[in-house]
């Protein structure tokens, strides 16, 4: 410090300096803070602070478990859902049953009477070579969901070709499973979870049981084939708790009778004709379809959901035409929301408003 101080004294002071920097500093003077007094915080206001923390903490707790109701695997299938309609359609399992030497174990369901998802844990044998299975090497196991219960004493010992033509033979075989994949695999305890999705044609039973049958156990690649990680088939029983609340209606739409349902998982759409080239394309019934809210809000079908159809079939009974589009909704609905379904002009079929109730 002293070789900067010979330096300023050194070296010349320009004229005036002096008078312009005090200038500055007293002009400066707003900068200049005041230091606030200590007050000591007084009981009562830590008493209110606390009593606020609390219950910021517990709407934010609350609010975070009234958004994520279902586990991480059903949201990756749906889009933004009410957490008031999720609680309809969802339901927490957790019921297993061991079958031999695997054990079958239903956690979670989001479902309604036409739609179901299914998280199910698949616990491999005791004797399984977990070095052996991978997620790229490994197939899911293949289930069917009939409605009634049945016991692994009356499966125990029989094949699953035995059990399909015997016990499971006087169950009502309602759901369709269509999709089925493996979200994760816990080689600690040989689990593998998987997720199943499947819909119904006709009306359950409301109450009664579900049965969820492993027919096809999994199976491990190996060089040539695929070698099967179980030699029998498994099931387990639950009951499902779930809305049962749907809306439906018809309307004439030139030569073409159209019917729709909503439920809060799926919306069909239906349409027969005295002949097949009357009928529409089931591809084009969801894309020109929109759901008419009793708020006067429109939204076009295929926005939120995804498409299941089928062919045009001739009724039996009735000799005319028929096609269905059975669509899964991305979203969960309050069908009674639902005022009424439009379908739009189809070629020569002009165009039909379907009103539910």
Known sequence: MNRYARMTQSLPIPEGQEARLRERVLSA?????????????????????????????????????????????????????DPELADTVFQSVETSQTCGDV???????????????????YQLPADTDMDQV???????????????????????????????????????????????????????????TVL???????????????????????????????????DHPAAVTFTPVHTTVRTAGTARAGDVRYTAEVTALTVTLAAEADREEDLPY???????????????TAVPLRTVSNWSGGDPRQNGDTGRWEIACFTTLRTVLDPEEVAAVRIGEIGTVPEACIALQ
């Open 282 to 296: 089931g591809t084009m019934m969801r894309l020109r379809a929109e759901l008419l809210l009793r708020d006067g």
């Open 196 to 230: 199943l999705y499947g819909r119904c044609d006709r009306e359950p039973a409301s109450g009664e049981p579900l049965t969820l049958f492993a027919w096809m156990p999994p199976a491990v690649k190996a060089e040539t084939s695929w070698e099967p990680l179980a």
């Open 29 to 81: 003077g707003t900068a200049w803070r005041r230091k606030a007094p200590y007050r000591p915080w007084t009981l009562a206001r830590k008493a209110l602070l606390a009593a606020a923390v609390v219950a910021i903490l517990t709407v934010s707790v609350g609010a975070a478990s009234r958004l994520m109701p279902w586990n991480r695997f059903f949201l990756g299938r749906f889009d933004r859902v």
């Open 134 to 192: 991978r997620m790229n090497t490994v197939s899911p196991p293949l289930f069917d969901l009939y409605q009634g219960s049945v016991s692994w004493a009356e499966l125990e010992g029989l094949t699953s070709h035995e059990a399909q033509n015997g016990p499971m033979q006087e169950l009502n075989n309602l759901y369709l499973v269509e999709t089925t994949s493996i979200e994760t695999m816990d080689p600690e305890t040989r689990t593998l």
């Open 103 to 121: 054990t079958v174990t239903v956690r979670e369901a989001v479902m309604d009477q036409r739609a179901v998802w299914l998280l199910v844990d």
